[in-house]
């Protein structure tokens, strides 16, 4: 029951500039904060992006992120195989009183 | 260091009820602004919220699923036990607990999951 409509895919050369898009509504990213997990396939998401732009300690600065209105997006310059991953973002929904993540981003490193 | 782990039953039938725990350490559930949250993700599929407990012992359910989840927190143990009643094949998910920082309304640390199978 994803509420948050991301681009099914993306992909990039070594190097290059990748950017997802997520699009939700006033009740979630037009009211609140946006976050966006990498998740690495077999393994756990882990916290890339927190409060619209901010990045946790540890994440290479290759990572950042905005949010208008009711949309957010995430970049990642110098795109490198390890960024080969799922991206979700995610924001609190006060009409449904519900965390509600993305739909999922596969970011494929050609 | 914050740290949690989720245990329990890998195989459950139909009908069954399913019981989950979160085991976490390197943060207390009577700290303020704190919480723990649980969500799934079925096989090649999205992230899915369906719970969260605060400190305060507050408590949030994703309103599809409400009528069968329950959400409690042992302080003491530094456990969350999650529980989903009736379970179905289409419960099949790798279910995963986070610590919620309330403040950035974050979940920034992340169990490494459990998978689950409901299967007869």
């Known amino acids: 029951q994803s509420v948050l409509t991301q681009p099914p895919s993306a992909s990039g050369t070594p190097g290059q500039r990748v950017t997802i898009s997520c699009s939700g509504s006033?009740?979630?990213?037009?009211?609140?904060?946006v976050n966006w997990y990498q998740q690495v396939p077999g393994t756990a998401p882990k916290l890339l992006i927190y409060?619209?732009?901010q990045r946790p300690s540890g994440v290479p600065d290759r990572f950042s992120a905005s949010k208008s209105g009711t949309s957010a997006s995430l970049a990642i310059s110098g795109l490198q195989s390890e960024d080969e991953a799922d991206y979700y973002c995610a924001a609190w929904d006060d009409s449904l009183n519900v965390e509600v993540f993305g739909t999922g981003t596969k970011v494929t490193v050609l | 260091q914050i740290t949690l782990k989720e245990s329990g039953p890998t195989l459950v039938k139909p009908t069954q009820t399913l019981m989950l725990t979160c085991t976490f350490s390197g943060f207390s559930l009577s700290t303020s602004a704190v919480g723990v949250g649980w969500i799934r993700q079925p096989p090649g599929k999205a992230l899915e919220w369906l719970a969260l407990?605060?400190?305060?012992?507050?408590?949030r359910y994703s309103p599809s699923l409400k009528s069968r989840l329950t959400i409690t927190k042992d302080t003491a143990k530094n456990q969350v036990v999650l529980t989903l009643t009736n379970v179905d094949p289409v419960d099949t998910a790798t279910y995963y607990c986070?610590?919620?920082?309330?403040?950035?309304?974050?979940?920034?640390?992340w169990g490494q999951g459990i998978l689950v199978t409901v299967s007869s």
């Open positions: 407990i605060y400190w305060d012992d507050g408590k």
């Open positions: 986070s610590h919620r920082r309330i403040a950035a309304a974050t979940f920034d640390y």
């Open positions: 006033s009740s979630n990213i037009g009211s609140n904060t």
């Open positions: 409060s619209n732009n």
